[in-house]
């Protein structure tokens, strides 16, 4: 497998390609980027000229200007240009398996045989994946998180036929671009973090629904509290400082755990009426009522950076 790696293909450049694209840009990587339509493309570059500017008044672009980087990218419809001669493919087109096996496979038959080609996949298996290609060895999943070019996690996972070397390679070139990778031993539908946000966010749309909250007051207690301490600490850890210990935590809390589990929700698809008080409730938001959408996100991602000043170095 290709280890030295300089020049990458970005497949797909909606939401997540684009900020693939920003962060290879940014770290002095060749960038590809590859799209079906020329609009798209065009969107996506104005898109990472924002967040590599981003990046520099932060002062979180280490070697360089944003203009300098931007220009480590090239854009193309081709798929075969994008892949021609590339170390490393990473895919970001629509999540469903049908899409990425069709592009898997076109990818598989047009990139250099040595060449890792990575998912993006925000649920998807990579064992399903790669059953569309001869190669299947050199694929992987690679699971970012929303905004890409400011998280720093990545979940790194192979599937049954993925060579080891391939995701000892990907984990190199995330901590080299400035991720936090962390490598699953095995897979499962949604990884950790979606598996951990979808638990959370049943139940607080349950609380919505049921009326014991609106949605302002389930976000504003998340933030003010388990929010606020969490980012460095996590749900384990957690549980070790509230019971002075993790055996003592698991005795402790028994009982009042029990009748927390025994009264939460247990469905899996949102009702009609559930989706309904849902959107009013989180429609009357103020920040919602009051700001676009594109507003919303410009003030997360300064958000962000504040707290990516922070030093976590001890974990
Ligand atoms: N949005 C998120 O929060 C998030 C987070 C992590 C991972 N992901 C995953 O990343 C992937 C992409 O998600 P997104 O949010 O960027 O979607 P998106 O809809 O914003 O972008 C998908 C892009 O792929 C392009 N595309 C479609 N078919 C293509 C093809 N055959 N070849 C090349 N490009 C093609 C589309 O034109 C579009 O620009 C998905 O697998 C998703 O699950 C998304």
Known sequence: MNNNIKKVACV????????????????GYAVTLQDVSDDKL????DQVSLNLRLLEDNGRLYHGTAAGAAKNIRTTLSLLEAVKGVDFVLESVPDNYTAKKTVFKEMDALAPGDTI??????????SEIQTAV????RCVLVHPFLPVHL????E????????????DITCSLMKN?????????????GYIVNRLQAAILREAVDLVANGVASAEEVDLAFCNGMGMRDPFIGPLLRAYLAGDGIENFVEHYAESYRLRWDSMATWNTISSSVKERLVDSVNEMPIVRENSLEKIKTWRDQMLMEMLKLDRTCR
């Open 12 to 27: 797909g450049s909606g939401l997540i390609g684009q900020g693939w694209a920003t962060l290879f840009a940014a770290t």
């Open 42 to 45: 065009k969107g996506a570059i």
């Open 117 to 126: 080609i990575a998912s993006s996949s925000s649920g998807l298996l990579m």
């Open 134 to 137: 001869t190669r299947p060895g």
């Open 151 to 154: 998280l720093p996690l990545v």
């Open 156 to 167: 790194v996972v192979g599937g049954d036929q993925t060579d080891p070397e391939t995701v």
């Open 177 to 189: 671009i400035g991720k936090a990778p962390v490598r699953l031993k095995k897979e499962v539908s």
